[in-house]
């Protein structure tokens, strides 16, 4: 019989690979599925998927971070997510983990650190080293960002996530101030690795780690 260690909860988390799919499907979806798991009618589920070219505005972002020569095909969304403006493409692979944090720790700093640290795990087995920059969200090589974060936690049920450029067209970038943050770059594993990479090698890998860090969390309840 196998045992878990003490304190270790296994927990039921489903991955929904949705493949390519529109930025305001995918949204409308994480609405719906947050109602389903607030009302116990779902497992705690982490989508991942590609979008078409998007900016996203966090709720308290500045519009003036989008620039004025952005492209006409790229829409944009003014969403209920932290942060500022950010850029969802083909080559990015997009985590939305709805996860109800009374089974976990009702902290949204530990959610947020839990995340960058799945991503720097993720690419450490590309053999890409990084980390966080103190003061500031995100995952990065050096002084470029190559992964975004932001995130609404309503009754403690997640929503948003994050963005890891596998491979996205970064020029995308230079309409926006990404994030809000102008003294670093955008970055992308493509641009750091001699090996060709594809966003389903690299989404193997991240489901790996995810449930390796959330289903086997210690349990924080009680």
Request: charged share 25%; aromatic share 10%; net charge neutral.
């Amino acid at each position: 019989m196998i045992t878990q260690p003490e304190n270790i909860a296994m927990r039921k988390i489903d991955i929904l690979d949705l493949g390519v799919r529109p930025y305001k499907e995918v949204w409308d979806l994480q609405k719906e599925l947050v109602k389903k798991r607030q009302n116990g009618q779902i497992n705690d589920t982490l989508i991942l998927v590609e979008h078409e070219p998007v900016y996203t505005l966090g709720k308290n972002a500045d519009e003036n971070h989008i620039l004025q020569h952005t492209p006409r095909n790229v829409k944009t969304y003014q969403i209920e997510r932290g942060g500022d403006v950010t850029f969802h493409g083909p080559g990015q692979l997009v985590g939305y983990p709805i996860l109800d944090l009374h089974n976990y720790k009702k902290s949204i700093s530990w959610y947020m650190r839990g995340l960058e640290q799945l991503i720097i795990y993720t690419l450490a087995e590309f053999m890409v080293t990084a980390e966080r920059k103190e003061g500031l969200t995100g995952v990065w090589v050096g002084d470029e960002k190559i992964a975004a974060l932001g995130v609404r936690v309503t009754r403690w049920i997640t929503m948003h996530g994050f963005a890891l450029n596998v491979k996205p067209d970064l020029t995308y970038y230079s309409s926006i101030i990404p994030c809000g943050i102008f003294e670093y770059g955008v970055t992308s594993m493509a641009r750091l690795l001699t090996d060709e990479v594809t966003v389903d090698s690299v989404k193997q890998v991240l489901i790996g780690k995810f449930m390796n860090q959330f289903r086997t969390a210690k349990s924080m309840i009680g």
